[in-house]
């Protein structure tokens, strides 16, 4: 089974809109400003971090962000913020999501008083369409997959004139999507500023879970404008169910993924990777690497029962993905050219996100007690 991909970057960024708008986002002063803003905890997971028999494994752990489960908010509510200076007529936010986005979006736009109205493809689960609607968002729920349900996303805010805040671009719709991006710059710079602050040294490998892509491309561009060729290994790690860029590696073009897009994995149960992340992704990425359900919800409960004093670590089905594709890469025997790839050693300072926490409380708590 080919479940990895060895990719050779020019590690270049190209000129274009997007850059441009990630070069010019002041997205942690526009944080800062708000009144829940508050700095995501940094947790060294020294324990495990032995056990892998690693130099140092350190978890960005967003499942507090705002009070709102995952890290998204960062996006939504840089480009909700951005779009409204340029459009202040705007009465009406619409997207599609998979649950954490929507959520990210209805709260930011309930910031200033506006109507929001999600669309959410045919797996979404109950609990997840229920925390949208809490922050007073129309949910609609279509008989469609992701892909399908951002597309008529875009047909009906067009046809109703509705500002679209998809946080994953295509052809002539790459400016919002940008400025997602550009919000999630807020915790890449909270880590640096971080190591600065204890005199610490940046990470070598970081693990990041991929769905569009757009969070990804977001953290590869920070660290390639600031270090460039000196920037960390960065291993994308993606369902088997669900694997847009893996797919597009393989073909050397932008493509839908090819597998049943049946997993656990909501959050990254994507269709075709981000136009514009793609771009910044095959010349920043090193590899991909794909797992299962079960090597996720294994993840979970390696995160959930801490080695002696390390922190336990509450973290969903897409939240956990960075840790498995971690574990697997360390173990598995047939992923040494991987390793090697990526300079995987005994002294490894590596960095993972835990994107989500319990975003569906019954599903986290069915896998963490079996
Ligand atoms: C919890 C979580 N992690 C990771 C991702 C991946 O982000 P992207 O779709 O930008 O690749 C998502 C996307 O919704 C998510 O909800």
Not at 9 to 15: A, E, I, W
Not at 137 to 146: F, G, K, P, S
Not at 358 to 366: G, H, I, L, P, R
């Amino acid at each position: 089974m080919t479940d990895f991909y060895l990719n050779y970057p020019t590690d270049k960024l190209v000129v274009n809109k997007t850059h441009s708008i990630l070069s010019n986002s002041n997205s942690l002063s526009f944080h800062h400003s708000l009144d829940c803003y508050k700095e995501s905890p940094l947790i060294n997971l020294e324990n495990l971090s032995n056990k892998l028999n690693i130099s140092k494994l350190c978890v960005k752990d967003e499942s507090k962000r705002f009070d709102l489960n995952a890290f998204k908010v960062l996006g939504a509510s840089y480009a909700v913020f951005e779009t409204l200076k340029k459009y202040p007529n705007t009465s009406v936010f619409c997207t599609a999501t998979d649950g954490n986005h929507g959520k990210a979006v209805a709260w930011s736009s309930r910031r200033y008083g506006k109507k929001t109205i999600v669309y959410v493809p045919n797996d979404t689960s109950s609990l997840r369409i229920e925390a949208i609607e809490t922050f007073g968002a129309t949910v609609h729920q279509l008989d469609l997959n992701y892909e399908q349900t951002c597309n008529y996303a875009s047909k009906m805010s067009k046809k109703m004139n509705w500002q679209l805040i998809q946080d994953t671009s295509w052809e002539n719709y790459e400016e919002i999507p940008s400025l997602i991006m550009a919000g999630y710059l807020t915790h890449f710079i909270e880590i640096d500023k971080f190591l600065e602050i204890k005199n610490l040294s940046n990470f070598d490998i970081i693990f990041l879970q991929c769905g569009v892509g757009s969070w990804a491309a977001s953290c590869i561009w920070y660290h390639l404008n600031k270090y460039g060729k000196n920037r960390p290994k960065i291993v994308i790690v993606e369902p088997n169910e669900s694997c847009g860029v893996f797919q597009s590696f393989k073909d050397n073009n932008r493509v839908s993924p090819i597998g049943s897009l049946n997993t656990i994995m909501a959050g990254l149960n994507c269709g075709i990777p981000s136009k514009n992340a793609w771009e910044i992704i095959k010349n920043g990425c090193d590899a991909v690497v794909k797992i299962s359900d079960e090597e996720v919800k294994s993840s979970m409960k390696v995160f959930y029962n801490p080695i002696k004093n390390d922190s336990k670590i509450i973290s969903g089905e897409s939240g956990a993905a960075g840790l498995a594709g971690l574990l697997k890469t360390k173990k598995a025997s047939h992923l040494q050219a991987l390793r090697d790839h990526i300079k995987l050693t005994d002294s490894s300072k590596i960095l993972l996100f835990n994107t989500e926490g319990d975003t569906d409380v019954n599903s986290f708590q069915e896998i963490i007690k079996n």
